[in-house]
Nanobody, 120 residues
Framework: QVQLVESGGGLVQAGGSLRLSCAAS????????MAWYRQAPGKQRELVAI????????SYKDSVKGRFTISRDSAKNTVYLQMNSLKPEDTAVYYC?????????????WGEGTLVTVSS
């Protein structure tokens, strides 16, 4: 079993910054990738950024490129999302996602989400 604990959401004015954190804990698993998704009211959940742990490669949603940065602290099994130049359209619940390998095979876990509200 893997637990994901997110933190860092909140209310910020447009143009401001926030940093989200997601700490993974548990036993006997290896991480393949960690990602941040978001879901705005009335919309589908969408991928914001993903970090592949094997190749240490990253990928971003077009609308956040140049503003958001995903990074990791592998020693802490923690992934971060630095969000700069925030816009009202970034308002959403942000979810951490972990994919990897556990004792029984592939694993895919979600955090509970953290709310980011950007005021205009």
């Amino acid at each position: 079993q893997v637990q994901l604990v997110e933190s860092g959401g909140g209310l910020v004015q447009a143009g401001g910054s926030l940093r989200l954190s997601c700490a993974a804990s548990g036993s006997r698993f290896s991480i393949g990738a960690m990602a941040w998704y978001r879901q705005a009211p009335g919309k589908q959940r969408e991928l914001v950024a993903i970090l592949d742990f094997s190749g240490i490669t990253t990928s971003y949603k077009d609308s956040v490129k140049g503003r958001f940065t995903i990074s990791r602290d592998s020693a802490k099994n923690t992934v971060y999302l630095q969000m700069n130049s925030l816009k009202p359209e970034d308002t959403a619940v942000y979810y951490c996602n972990l994919r990897g390998i556990g004792l029984a095979g592939g694993i895919n876990f979600w955090g509970e989400g953290t709310l980011v509200t950007v005021s205009s």
